[in-house]
């Protein structure tokens, strides 16, 4: 049974924003090509194919975006299941998880599933979201203690414009 890898919170967002096919269409980035691989990768998806890591961040992207929780935990249980995580205590008594998957992506989608369990185990449901921007649909994982509604400034920015601007109108 191989480890399961750790997975950073900010790859399983990038991965999720940038291979998921929800957010490249808000984006207006259907037909372009996917983003090439950046050095923080994990070592179990150097050897996955555009496809699996689009198929990873199709399944991870309905977490983020059910409205409640038990839609997400909901969500997050069947990828659980589907990851195949084995809970184990290590030597310094951590929590590890093992999966007797050995495949590339079935390794890379146990590491995300992992994280995004630690993420809700330590900052709630609500940390989890779909960018409210209006033509946005990137998933953020906020780990700053209150809660935040856009994935980035960019579109918080473009929010209070559009809101200015209505408000100019009215």
């Not at 957010?23 to 050095?39: C, H, L, S, V």
């Not at 961040?57 to 839609?71: N, R």
Request: hydrophobic content about 40%; charged content about 20%.
């Amino acid at each position: 049974m191989p480890v399961v890898p750790v997975v950073s919170a900010a790859w399983l967002v990038w991965l999720t924003n940038e291979f998921g096919t929800q957010p490249r269409i808000a984006a207006g980035e259907a037909e372009a090509p996917f983003p090439e691989m950046g050095p923080d990768v994990p070592g179990s998806a150097k050897s996955a194919s555009v496809s699996e890591l689009a198929e990873l961040a199709d399944s991870l992207w309905p977490v983020f975006s059910d409205p409640t929780p038990a839609g997400k935990a909901s969500k997050l249980n069947i990828l659980l299941k589907t990851a195949n995580l084995t809970p184990v205590v290590g030597e310094q008594g951590d929590l590890c998880w093992f999966t007797p998957g050995s495949p590339a992506q079935n390794i890379l989608q146990a590491g995300c599933v992992s994280t995004l369990l630690h993420a809700v185990q330590q900052a709630g449901w609500r940390r989890l979201a779909v960018c409210d921007g209006a033509d946005c649909a990137d998933v953020h994982l906020d780990q700053t203690g209150r809660p935040r509604r856009y994935c980035s400034p960019i579109c918080l920015n473009r929010a209070r414009v559009r809101a200015f601007r209505q408000r100019q109108r009215q």
